[in-house]
């Protein structure tokens, strides 16, 4: 998590919300990775947990991840989560809390759901601390630098 954190602080920096992701599987190596992409390439599905599953699909040539961890610096959406429920992903663990679109147990829990066909575990708070700071920074410092331009 704290390798995510360091990259999320850089994609911070380059103007994206400073959120990263990577797929492990069950040996620990990682089989995807990505960061938020959205604004940088225009792209509504640029999260970081899509690229991750997506490039750790493509690296197992198999859809299903069973088996495998993702690990995300915020907790997923409702899109990510979805994705990762689709995914059969084994386990999420994510760094902090997301109380306005958090879809694994802050506003809704889609691991859970009686929809979902698959359930993984899901750990949060893991560095949950330094996660949610690093966010609220980098939402301070960009509503600062709007402001600064409004007047």
Known sequence: MARLLRLAARVGEGGEIPVAAAVLDGCGRCLGWGSNRRHRQGDPLGHAEITAIGQAARALGDWRLNGCTLLVTLEPCPMCAGAAVQA???TVVY?????KRGALGSTLNLAAHTSAHHHM???GGVEGESARHQ???WFRRRRS?????RR
């Open 88 to 90: 059969r992903v084994g």
């Open 95 to 99: 760094g902090a809390a997301d109380p």
């Open 121 to 123: 575990q899901v750990i």
């Open 135 to 137: 966010l609220e920074a």
């Open 145 to 149: 630098a709007a402001a600064a331009l």
